[in-house]
C-alpha cells in the first residue's frame, strides 16, 4: 500500500477534531456506532465477502479433513479485511504527522502478509513465510501493475498515461537492494563458501536484515522529510486544487480508527491461525505444490483490495497512486516485511533467513528487471500492462511444475 502523507486540516474540519478529542474509545455516542459500522463492515461492496470467514472456522470443526474448503473459505474472508485495515490505516495518519503517517502505513499497510507469516514462523513453516511473501512482491509487480496498466491504456488509449519518473526508479532501487540481500545468503549456501557451515547464512540473514530495515526507515525520512517535492504526482501541478474526495475524505475520529484497526486485527490473526493450518491438507487435497500455493493463490487473494484499487486509479489517469500501490507495496514487503520476519524469528528462536533458495531468488531478480525497464520512461500504455501479465502467467506455472527441494 502507498505510503500517504497526512494532509493538514482546513477549517471544516476543526470540528470534527474537537468532537474526536473528546471521545473516548469506551464511551462512543450511539449515533457514531451505527456510523462508523456501516462505514467500515457495510458500505463497502467487497464485504459481502466477509461471511466466509465464520464459515471456515464452522468448516474447520465440523469437516476437520475438508482442509481444501477450510483454506478457500479463509483466504476469501480474509480479502475483505485486508481492505478495511488500510482504509482505518488510512483514517488514521489524516490526525498524524507525515513520518508517523508513513510508518502507520507500512505497519499496517501489509498487516495480512506479516500475520500469516508471524503465524507460519510459529508453526515452524519457514518456507511458507518466505514464498508467501515472494509471492506478494511477484503478484504486485506483475499482475497488479500489468492489470492497471492494461485497463489504464485501454481507457486512455488517445493518450500517453505519465507518472513520476523519480519516485518509480527510487523503488527500482530499493527492490535492487532488496535482491541482494536475498541473493548473497544464497549464493553462500548454494556454492558451499560459509566460514561456519549452517550457521554464517543465519548470520548474513540477520545483519542484512537489519540493514535493509535501516534503509526502509531512511527512505521514508528521505520521502517524507527532506525530498517531499521529488514525488509530488506529475498531474499535481496542473489541478493542485482538485483533490478527490474519496481518496482524501475523513470519514472516522481518531478513536474510531484506532478502535477499528484493533478489531480488523484481531480478526485477521484469528483467520490467519485457521489459514495457516489448512494450507498442508489443502496442499493434499488439490494436488498442488506448497510452493505453488504459497506464491501463487495466497498473494492473489491478499492482494484483491490492492489489486482493485490500483486498477481503479488507473482508469482516472492517476498512475501516481496505482505506482504507489503495486510497487509501493512489493517495497514495502521486501525492505520492511522480509527483514522484520527474519528479526522476529530471531526473537522466536527460529531459523528463518534470507536464503529463499536459487529458484525463487532469481525469479524475483528477474522481475525487478523486468519492472524497472517498463518504468524507467515514466510512460505506461496497454502493451506494457500486457507484457506484465504475460510475464506472471509464466511465473505461475513455472512454480506450479517446481517441486521445492527442501520438501522434494
Not at 490505516?89 to 499497510?109: H, K, R
Not at 531512511?218 to 493542485?240: M, W
Not at 504459497?294 to 492517476?318: Q, Y
Request: net charge negative.
Amino acid at each position: 500500500m502507498e505510503v500517504v502523507e497526512s494532509a493538514p486540516f482546513n477549517n471544516s474540519s476543526s470540528a470534527f477534531d474537537l468532537e474526536s478529542s473528546h471521545t473516548s474509545p469506551l464511551h462512543l455516542p450511539k449515533s457514531f456506532q451505527i456510523r462508523t459500522v456501516y462505514l467500515v463492515l457495510i458500505k463497502p461492496k467487497i464485504n459481502v465477502l466477509l461471511p466466509f470467514g465464520p464459515l471456515a472456522i464452522l468448516l474447520h470443526y465440523l469437516t476437520p479433513k475438508h482442509h481444501g474448503w477450510v483454506f478457500f473459505f479463509s483466504l476469501i474472508g480474509i480479502a475483505p479485511l485486508a481492505e478495511r485495515l488500510g482504509y482505518a490505516t488510512e483514517q488514521l495518519a489524516f490526525y498524524t504527522g507525515p513520518t508517523v503517517g508513513g510508518l502507520l502505513n507500512a505497519t499496517f499497510g501489509n498487516a495480512t502478509e506479516m500475520i500469516i507469516s508471524i503465524y507460519a514462523l510459529k508453526n515452524d513453516m519457514i518456507r511458507v513465510v518466505q514464498q508467501s511473501l515472494l509471492g506478494s512482491i511477484l503478484s504486485n509487480m506483475l499482475l497488479v501493475l500489468g492489470c492497471a496498466f492494461f485497463t489504464g491504456g485501454i481507457i486512455h488509449h488517445k493518450k500517453v498515461q505519465v507518472f513520476n519518473k523519480a519516485a518509480a526508479v527510487v523503488n527500482s532501487g530499493l527492490l535492487l537492494m532488496a535482491v541482494m540481500g536475498l541473493l548473497f545468503p544464497a549464493v553462500l549456501h548454494f556454492t558451499h563458501s560459509e566460514l561456519h557451515f549452517g550457521k554464517s547464512v543465519l548470520s548474513l540473514s540477520r545483519f542484512s536484515s537489519c540493514i535493509m530495515l535501516l534503509a526502509y526507515a531512511s527512505y521514508l525520512f528521505f520521502q517524507l522529510r527532506t525530498q517531499q517535492n521529488l514525488y509530488t504526482p506529475v498531474h499535481e501541478v496542473a489541478d493542485n486544487s482538485e483533490i478527490s474526495d474519496e481518496e482524501e475524505e475523513l470519514e472516522l475520529t481518531k478513536w474510531e480508527a484506532i478502535v477499528w484497526l484493533a478489531i480488523l486485527t484481531a480478526w485477521v490473526s484469528v483467520l490467519s491461525g485457521y489459514l495457516v493450518d489448512a494450507i498442508e491438507g489443502a496442499s493434499e487435497s488439490l494436488n498442488m505444490s506448497m510452493a505453488f500455493i504459497s506464491v501463487i493463490l495466497l498473494p492473489i487473494v491478499g492482494n484483491a483490495a490492492e489489486h482493485a484499487s490500483a486498477i481503479m486509479f488507473a482508469m482516472k489517469d492517476k498512475l501516481d497512486i496505482t505506482i504507489g500501490v503495486a510497487v509501493g507495496s512489493s517495497t514495502q514487503i521486501a525492505m520492511f516485511v522480509i527483514p522484520f520476519c527474519v528479526v522476529v524469528g530471531w526473537c522466536m528462536g527460529k531459523e528463518m533467513d534470507l536464503n529463499f533458495q536459487l529458484f525463487e531468488t532469481a525469479t524475483l531478480f528477474i522481475t525487478v528487471l523486468v519492472v524497472a525497464f517498463m518504468m524507467q520512461e515514466g510512460t505506461s500504455n496497454y502493451f506494457k500492462g500486457l507484457m506484465l501479465i504475460l510475464c506472471y502467467l509464466i511465473v505461475a506455472a513455472s512454480f506450479f511444475v517446481h517441486v521445492d527441494p527442501q520438501n522434494g
